[in-house]
């Protein structure tokens, strides 16, 4: 199952203009933890996926409230420079989105 498929929100903004933040919610703990446990989220396979270093991204769980957050430079330009299509970065979680989780 794609995490588009077993997320009940995904969204993407900056998080200024040169970071990418992107947030996986969960409504079902069961679902949150098996994608925790899935070893698929990691940074370099997000990194693999937006062609950015793999030092530079950061995987935050929030078990509390069933949310990752990943953060990461923004890809290609900052907000705002030539050329750049989404100025605010709210277009940019689909390549996560269609990340294949094993298992679910």
């Known amino acids: 199952m794609r995490l588009y498929d077993c997320a009940s929100t995904i969204r993407s903004k900056n998080a ?3 970071t990418l933040s992107i947030d996986l919610m969960f409504d079902d703990r069961r679902v949150y933890n098996l994608v925790m446990e899935s070893g698929c ?3 370099e396979r997000v990194a693999a996926e937006y062609g950015v270093p793999a030092v530079s991204v950061q995987i935050c769980p929030f078990e ?3 949310t990752i957050k990943v953060s990461m430079p923004r ?3 900052s907000s ?3 050329g750049d299509c989404d100025v605010y970065g709210c277009q940019q979680h689909f390549p996560l989105a269609d ?3 094993p298992g679910l």
Do not use: D, H, K
Request: aromatic content about 6%; charged content about 15%; proline content about 22%.
């Open 16 to 18: 200024g203009p040169f």
């Open 80 to 82: 705002g420079a030539p």
């Open 64 to 66: 509390r409230i069933r």
């Open 41 to 43: 989220l990691t940074p």
């Open 75 to 77: 890809p290609g330009s």
């Open 99 to 101: 990340l294949e989780i």
